[in-house]
């Protein structure tokens, strides 16, 4: 991907026309691609793959799912906050 990558304006309609901020995920479309080594970080078609991620990120939006690089904690986590996170929502069963 060239280093001064920028979503055309065909890409940020693109983006608009799924509810997407263009603004807002361009530039974490173009570093998770920038730091992607080897044969998977090269592509024939950057619009191709724009249009790929916009609709992955519309979609795990509506099921609560995001992209790899939006799935990092805002802050780390105790292991005591880890294990309430995961024990969320199962409900208790008396007597154990």
């Known amino acids: 991907m060239p280093e001064d990558w920028q ?3 065909e ?6 026309g799924l ?5 807002d995920i361009a530039p974490q479309f173009a570093d998770w691609w ?14 191709a793959t724009w ?3 916009c609709r992955r990120e519309a979609d795990g939006r509506k099921t609560g799912l995001t992209l ?4 990092l904690p805002t802050k780390p986590q105790t292991r ?3 294990v309430a996170e995961a024990w969320a929502g199962v409900p ?5």
Request: hydrophobic share 30%.
């Open 51 to 53: 249009r790929s991620w």
């Open 7 to 9: 979503p055309s304006h």
């Open 34 to 47: 920038h730091a992607k080594a080897g044969a998977g970080g090269r592509k024939v078609d950057w619009t």
């Open 92 to 96: 208790d069963i008396e007597g154990v």
């Open 80 to 82: 005591h906050e880890r």
């Open 19 to 23: 509810g997407l901020n263009p603004t």
């Open 11 to 16: 890409d940020r309609s693109f983006a608009l």
């Open 68 to 71: 790899p690089n939006s799935r």
